[in-house]
């Protein structure tokens, strides 16, 4: 490594900007300027208000990631059992306004919720993207989307017919 990138970390340390006329300079004040642009439009964008299915780690670590999100706040949690549901929403009161727990056509029926994460068992995935798609509401599905690509066709069928987006992630 150059001398002055020794000892720093991607994520912790930037690194020392090139001399003014020095090779990458440029790219990286473009970058820079392109990063500056992207925080401001998030920052001017709406909030996204998610309901997130299921209570499990894919559910909790992707709440916490939401946290970094400029306007994201969970408003609603649902879970098999209104219990399980309650304890992860209270969780994350520490953090977001209190969001509201129950069952999961009670999470993806809410007037505030724009957007439901689903992160549920793998062979209910369709079941709960489809209860969201007909709720009205865009849907993120932890990975896989389905268990069979019959199942993804039919998710992206009732996606495209309601209108609403749905991603695999």
């Known amino acids: 490594l ?14 020392p900007p090139p001399e003014a006329g020095a090779p990458g300079a440029a790219a990286r004040a473009a970058g820079d300027r392109a990063a500056e642009a992207a925080q401001a439009s998030l920052a001017a964008a709406p909030p996204l208000r ?14 916490l990631a939401l946290r970094l999100v400029a306007g ?8 098999r059992r209104r219990e399980d549901a309650a304890a992860f929403a209270a969780k994350l009161g520490a953090h977001q306004s209190k969001p509201s727990s ?26 709960h993207a489809e209860l969201a ?14 268990m069979s690509a ?3 066709a ?11 987006l749905v991603l695999e992630g």
Do not use: M, N, Q
Request: proline share 6%; aromatic share 8%.
């Open 2 to 15: 150059p001398a002055g990138l020794v000892g720093t970390h991607p994520y912790l340390d930037e690194p």
């Open 50 to 63: 998610w309901a997130i299915l299921a209570t499990g780690k894919a559910s909790h670590d992707f709440a």
């Open 72 to 79: 994201a706040t969970v408003t609603a949690v649902g879970a």
């Open 102 to 127: 129950g069952t999961y056509e009670e999470a993806c029926g809410r007037d505030d919720v724009d957007v439901v994460y689903v992160g549920t068992l793998h062979p209910w995935h369709r079941e």
């Open 133 to 146: 798609l007909r709720c009205g509401k865009h849907v993120l599905v932890e990975k896989p989307i389905a």
């Open 150 to 152: 019959d199942d993804a």
């Open 154 to 164: 039919a998710i992206y069928k009732a996606a495209a017919a309601a209108g609403r």
